[in-house]
């Protein structure tokens, strides 16, 4: 791990103190008519099972990316303490300035288990109550038939979607069991629910993290830790960009007339499915753009 940069939550505290209505102003297009005044800052007790619901720490993986930074921003207008963690210290920075709630940032690979292992172990002793895990960092690697693909990218794919995001989730899941309050929501795609031609690898990690969910689920009803994946589909992001390696054109075509999700889209469902009634599990939210739908299989007639 490179670094890490905390601003305290005392440093806000003051700027909460002299300025509340800038507090105040910033959650009301989320909280609407439910939270309303200073007490509405504060995090609701996990007993209290028909209040409504508001993380108090949330850890955000890939918050430099198109969607990190709308769930980085739509959280932090909700009130709740951050952690966002990328692999690029000058966008993390950039990211971090606009963002006005006690923020703990750090440089971490999800592919490296030390650097998860040392990020989490170091984590400052008020940002440790992180109830909110948003397993985010990952995305695709090249789109050419499995035979004509690059191994290096297969297992890109498979350390940054899936062996980070187990690892993140095995070194936090403990702390939240023992708090009996949590909330893991993976990122997972439509690609893990319908195989499309070229997907492969992308496909098969984001099915992984859809079967994962669902199993950790059944581990965690009695604990008061909730699991979410939430399964996107075509959203404009620089996802296409790192797919291809930095093709603009070839990226840009992806979207092109496409009317497709924005990260906003996809921040407000995952707002949504931390914020419901502590009672409450989302399992899964699939959401695609009004132009996109499944297609019919394949035959090929030789
Ligand atoms: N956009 C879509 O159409 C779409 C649809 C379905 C699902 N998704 C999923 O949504 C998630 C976010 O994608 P996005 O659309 O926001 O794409 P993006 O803009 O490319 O963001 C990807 C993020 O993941 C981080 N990341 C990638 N590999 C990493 C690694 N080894 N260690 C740490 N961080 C890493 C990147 O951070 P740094 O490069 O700064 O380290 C970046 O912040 C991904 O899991 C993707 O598969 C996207």
């Not at 940002?127 to 990952?138: E, K, P, T």
Request: glycine residues 8%; contains cysteine; hydrophobic residues 45%.
């Amino acid at each position: 791990m490179a670094q890490a940069i905390t601003t305290s939550p005392r440093t806000l505290a003051t700027l909460r103190c002299t300025s509340p209505s800038l507090v105040m102003r910033s959650i009301a297009p989320i909280a609407g008519g439910i939270l309303c005044g200073r007490r509405a800052l504060r995090p609701m007790a996990a007993t209290n099972m028909s209040a409504p619901y508001r993380p108090q720490t949330v850890l955000i993986t890939g918050a430099t990316g198109g969607f990190g930074q709308a769930f980085a921003r739509q959280f932090a207008a909700l009130g709740c303490n951050l952690i966002l963690t990328s692999r690029r210290t000058d966008e993390l920075k950039k990211l971090a300035g606009t963002l006005s709630v006690p923020l703990h940032q750090a440089i971490v690979d999800v592919t490296k288990r030390d650097e998860i292992e040392k990020f989490v172990a170091t984590l400052p002793a008020d940002f440790q109550g992180v109830d909110c895990l948003i397993n985010n960092a990952g995305g695709a690697l090249g789109l050419e038939p499995a035979f004509e693909s690059n191994l290096d990218d297969w297992l890109t794919m498979i350390h940054a979607n899936v062996t980070g995001l187990v690892t993140l989730t095995h070194a936090l899941l403990p702390r939240m069991v023992q708090a009996k309050r949590g909330h893991i929501i993976n990122i997972g795609s439509v690609a893990g629910n319908y195989a499309y031609p070229n997907g492969h690898v992308y496909c098969a990690v984001k099915a992984f993290v859809g079967h994962f969910s669902a199993a950790l689920r059944a581990d965690l009803i009695a604990h008061n830790v909730r699991v979410t994946n939430i399964e996107p589909g075509l959203a404009e992001t620089p996802f296409s960009l790192n797919r291809f390696k930095g093709d603009a054109e070839r990226a840009a075509k992806v979207y092109e007339h496409a009317n497709p999700l924005t990260a906003d889209d996809i921040a407000e469902a995952v707002v949504w499915a931390a914020t419901r009634p502590a009672r409450v599990n989302i399992n899964r939210i699939e959401v695609m753009p009004t132009t996109q739908a499944t297609g019919p299989l394949a035959v090929y007639r030789g």
